[in-house]
C-alpha cells in the first residue's frame, strides 16, 4: 500500500504512523487490507492471530496497541 492508494479506507494517521480502523478483531477488514499492501510479510506463525495467512493482523511490520495495531512499515513520509 502506498500513501493515497488506499490506506485510509483501513488506517488512520497518527504522527507518522498508520493505524488500523477496525480494532483487533475485524478479520475481513484485516484480510482487505493485507490483499491491497504490497509490503505484507508473514510474521512468525506463532505471532498469528487470523487462520487466514494473508492479513494485517499476521504481518510483521503490525505492533498492537490497546485498541488496535499499528503498521511500521507504511511509514508517512514528510
Not at 488506517?11 to 480494532?23: A, E, I
Not at 487490507?33 to 503490525?62: G, P, W
Request: hydrophobic share 35%.
Amino acid at each position: 500500500m502506498n500513501k493515497g492508494s488506499g490506506m485510509q479506507q483501513w488506517f488512520v494517521q497518527v504522527n507518522d504512523l498508520w493505524q488500523f480502523n477496525f480494532g483487533v478483531e475485524d478479520y475481513l477488514a484485516a484480510r482487505e487490507a493485507a490483499a491491497a499492501c504490497q509490503k505484507f510479510i508473514s510474521d512468525d506463525e506463532d505471532e498469528h492471530t487470523d487462520n487466514v495467512l494473508r492479513s494485517c493482523y499476521n504481518c510483521m511490520y503490525r505492533r498492537w496497541q490497546p485498541s488496535s495495531f499499528q503498521c511500521y512499515k507504511a511509514r508517512v513520509k514528510k
